[in-house]
């Protein structure tokens, strides 16, 4: 009989090789709190990933934990596909009244499945069957999943190559200042557009990220999306804004793409929407286009009660008045004044971001890979993103105090200052 231990050797036997993040952090960790994590060694371990956005509001957060555990003590629904349930009908009730009214959105709410690569799938199904075609533009350095359909709007060379098979009816474009503002905005895809000559089988959607996180932090101009806005609607194309990673207020608002003052016809959420890290989607479109017959596009855990309470609590503590926004707003503020001054004293770096997502870039991609593993060995995790990982991306949680943002800054300082 194989005897298993408690250290890291279960996972090297039993678990398969695409595992990722525990090979950059090589420990065992045990439990976690507001922007803390900590091993079975008792190691503390400030954290500046937040389960890749998931976890907005920190770790294990008080206010959402007493929601759940409530909920779970007087026996509450955990999973009602979509059925009509009160847990269900308070997050509908709470997103309509603090997220969608305030903001003018008339949007309908779909619940597709789980996860964020879940509600890309129903966005991209929907805009083909409204439009009755199937190109969808996506963008250079985009990430939008890894099932099929997503990763066929997806840039990555890595990611796209492990489908194993053809992805298609996606058209790439670039993004913005892809070519370094050398070429005007759109003018490739405007043509392409106009030219019966093109080749180009017109599209049904257009998909893009207001920023790029697993691209490398690329942030689209406000200007740059509300010319895309009008592109979509000058050519009857769909606009759909990915929104999982940034959206419940990683760049300040809740929606990313608020300060463009644009109005998507469909959009993604994911990741942080229930707040608590537990799995949960949104596919939000306008009315008019909620063509899906009953049953056409479902899943078994599309109706996931125990995260439509933690994303209520969510909503009424965070999102019934504009503190949160204004505190992301000057904590990115903060973030960006320290690494304006990091990357004048360090040579090859330069930084980008918008509110508390920001992207040290490196000239060297080997260079933000050991500065990620000398971040980890001081006790701080983050971890890169890019093309080539050579952008070090920082995404504390919004609720990361002042004194722990400063902190997790000066091990990235040092970090840097010992990788030439």
Same mark, same amino acid.
């Given at each position: 009989?194989?005897?298993?231990?408690?250290?890291?050797?279960?996972?090297?036997?039993?678990?398969?090789?695409?595992?990722?993040?525990? +090979?950059?952090?090589?420990?065992?960790?045990?439990?976690?709190?507001?922007?803390?994590?900590?091993?079975?060694?008792?190691?503390?371990?400030?954290?500046?990933?937040?389960?890749?956005?998931?976890?907005?509001?920190?770790?294990?957060?008080?206010?959402?934990?007493?929601?759940?555990?409530?909920?779970?003590?007087?026996?509450?629904?955990?999973?009602?596909?979509?059925?009509?349930?009160?847990?269900?009908?308070?997050?509908?009730?709470?997103?309509?009244?603090?997220?969608?009214?305030? +903001?003018?959105?008339?949007?309908?709410?779909?619940?597709?499945?789980?996860?964020?690569?879940?509600?890309?799938?129903?966005?991209?199904?929907?805009?083909?069957?409204?439009?009755?075609?199937?190109?969808?533009?996506?963008?250079?350095?985009?990430?939008?999943?890894?099932?099929?359909?997503?990763?066929?709007?997806?840039?990555?060379?890595?990611?796209?190559?492990?489908?194993?098979?053809?992805?298609?009816?996606?058209?790439?474009?670039?993004?913005?200042?892809?070519?370094?503002?050398?070429?005007?905005?759109?003018?490739?895809?405007?043509?392409?557009?106009?030219?019966?000559?093109?080749?180009?089988?017109?599209?049904?959607?257009?998909?893009?990220?207001?920023?790029?996180?697993?691209?490398?932090?690329?942030?689209?101009?406000?200007?740059?999306?509300?010319?895309?806005?009008?592109?979509?609607?000058?050519?009857?194309?769909?606009?759909?804004?990915?929104?999982?990673?940034?959206?419940?207020?990683?760049?300040?608002?809740?929606?990313?793409?608020?300060?463009?003052?644009?109005?998507?016809?469909?959009?993604?959420?994911?990741?942080?929407?229930?707040?608590?890290?537990?799995?949960?989607?949104?596919?939000?479109?306008?009315?008019?286009?909620?063509?899906?017959?009953?049953?056409?596009?479902?899943?078994?855990?599309?109706?996931?009660?125990?995260?439509?309470?933690?994303?209520?609590?969510?909503?009424?503590?965070?999102?019934?008045?504009?503190?949160?926004?204004?505190?992301?707003?000057?904590?990115?503020?903060?973030?960006?004044?320290?690494?304006?001054?990091?990357?004048?004293?360090?040579?090859?770096?330069?930084?980008?971001?918008?509110?508390?997502?920001?992207?040290?870039?490196?000239?060297?991609?080997?260079?933000?890979?050991?500065?990620?593993?000398?971040?980890?060995?001081?006790?701080?995790?983050?971890?890169?993103?890019?093309?080539?990982?050579?952008?070090?991306?920082?995404?504390?949680?919004?609720?990361? +105090?002042?004194?722990?943002?400063?902190?997790?800054?000066?091990?990235?300082?040092?970090?840097?200052?010992?990788?030439?």
């Amino acid at each position: 009989m194989t005897v298993i231990g408690t250290s890291m050797s279960v996972f090297d036997l039993l678990e398969s090789e695409v595992r990722s993040y525990c +090979r950059s952090w090589p420990t065992v960790f045990d439990h976690a709190r507001g922007s803390r994590l900590w091993s079975e060694e008792r190691r503390r371990y400030l954290d500046f990933f937040a389960g890749a956005g998931s976890l907005n509001y920190g770790h294990s957060n008080p206010v959402l934990k007493r929601a759940l555990l409530s909920y779970l003590e007087r026996d509450g629904i955990v999973n009602g596909l979509d059925m009509a349930t009160t847990a269900k009908r308070d997050f509908l009730t709470a997103f309509q009244d603090l997220v969608l009214g305030p +903001r003018g959105l008339p949007y309908k709410v779909m619940f597709p499945g789980p996860t964020g690569t879940d509600a890309v799938e129903a966005a991209l199904k929907l805009a083909r069957k409204v439009k009755g075609r199937e190109p969808v533009v996506s963008f250079t350095n985009a990430f939008h999943g890894m099932s099929l359909g997503s990763l066929a709007v997806t840039g990555n060379a890595f990611k796209r190559a492990g489908a194993g098979v053809p992805l298609v009816h996606g058209t790439p474009m670039p993004f913005d200042r892809y070519l370094d503002g050398r070429v005007p905005d759109f003018l490739w895809l405007e043509r392409l557009l106009e030219d019966s000559g093109s080749g180009l089988d017109h599209p049904a959607a257009v998909i893009v990220e207001t920023v790029q996180g697993e691209g490398g932090v690329n942030v689209a101009g406000p200007g740059w999306l509300r010319a895309l806005a009008d592109l979509c609607a000058r050519h009857d194309m769909l606009l759909i804004v990915d929104d999982v990673q940034m959206g419940c207020g990683r760049t300040g608002p809740f929606f990313s793409f608020e300060d463009a003052g644009i109005t998507p016809d469909i959009v993604t959420l994911s990741k942080s929407v229930s707040g608590y890290g537990l799995p949960m989607a949104l596919t939000l479109f306008s009315p008019e286009l909620d063509r899906w017959e009953p049953g056409e596009h479902n899943g078994t855990f599309r109706g996931n009660n125990a995260a439509f309470v933690t994303a209520t609590a969510a909503l009424h503590t965070y999102w019934a008045d504009d503190e949160l926004e204004r505190r992301t707003v000057r904590l990115g503020n903060r973030v960006e004044e320290r690494l304006s001054a990091m990357t004048r004293e360090h040579h090859g770096l330069s930084h980008r971001g918008r509110g508390l997502v920001r992207g040290i870039e490196f000239e060297d991609p080997a260079r933000a890979a050991a500065v990620c593993a000398r971040a980890f060995e001081r006790g701080l995790l983050v971890e890169t993103s890019g093309p080539t990982g050579q952008v070090v991306k920082l995404l504390p949680p919004l609720t990361v +105090r002042d004194a722990e943002l400063d902190e997790g800054l000066d091990i990235i300082d040092r970090a840097v200052l010992a990788t030439p």
